[in-house]
C-alpha cells in the first residue's frame, strides 16, 4: 500500500532540522514509493530556505496558515489512500510505517492508526492511546491515566491521536477533515476521532510502530504554557457545544456557572477569556451542531457508547 508523509510546519526551522533525517530514512524503509512533503503554514522564519538548500529533494507546499486543517486542502489534492500526518516536532523509528498500513489495511472500519509515542529521549511515554473523561463538565483526552504501563504495549483502539497518525484520506475527507473552527489549535483531533466514531468508524493504537514527540514544540513557543492551556480550555468549551447531546451536554452547561464563580473568586481569569474566546465562535458552533446532529435520532447512544469504550 503506498502511502505519503506530511509535516506540518509553522516557523519550525530549528524542530525540522530535528526531525527529518528520521522521517527521511523511515521513508526509505516504508514500502513502495513514500514521497515527504512538507505543508508549510505561511512561515516567516528561514523554514522555506533551510528546506531549499538542505532537503532539495522534500516537496514543499506554501499553505495560509490554518493549524492543521491545512491538511484538509493538501490531501483533496492527492491521490494516495493512506497519507501520514505529522507535525514538524515528531521523530519516526526507521520502521514505523509498515505498522500503520498494516493496521489500515487489516481494519476496514479504520479511520486513522496511531503509533506508540515517547518523548524525544525516549524516557517518558506520550501517547498515542488516549482515553477520555469528563472533569467538571469538560472533556479531557488523556494518555498518561492511572495503570498505563500495563497498556501500552497492546494493540486497541484509540479516542484520538494528535501529532502523529496515518489516516485513510477518503474516510478523513469524507468527515470533511479537521474542524478550522479550533484554529490555532488544541483538542481537534479529539473532535475528529469523535465524528469517525460517531460515523462509524475507530481509531487504531498499533505499538508495533514507534514514534518520538518534543510536545509543544510550535505551540510553547508561539503562546507561551499559560496560553495553550487557555487554547485548550476554550476549545473544549467549543467540542462540548458543537457534539455533546443528552446528559453530557446538561452536565456541561450546569458546571459553567460553578466554574465561573470558582475562576471569579481565585481571580483565575484565563477561564473567562476561554468563555469569550469560544463565545465568539458560537455561530459557526451552532452551524455546525445542526449540521451534525440533524436526522441523526440514535447520536446520544451512539455518544455514550464513546464515552464507555474510552472512558478511565
Known sequence: MRTHVLVLNYNGRDLLSQCLPSLVEAARNAPGSCPITVVDNDSTDDSLAYLAEVWPGINVIREPNRGLASFNFVLKRMNEQTVLLLNNDVKLDPYAIQPLLDALEVHNDALFAAPLCWTFDGSVYEGMRTLVRTRFGLIQGLARVPGFESAIHREGLTASAGPILMVDREKFLFLGGYDPVYFPGRIEDLDLGFRGWMAGFTGRYVPQSLAYHKGFGSFEPAFGRSGCDDLALRNSMIFAWKNLAGGKLIEHLAWLPVRALYAFGGRRWG??????????????????????????????????????EFAW
Open 271 to 308: 477561564f473567562f477569556r476561554a468563555l469569550l474566546g469560544a463565545f465568539k465562535r458560537l455561530g459557526d458552533v451552532r452551524q455546525k451542531r445542526r449540521s451534525l446532529h440533524e436526522n441523526n435520532p440514535g447520536w446520544a447512544e451512539r455518544q455514550e457508547a464513546f464515552f464507555r
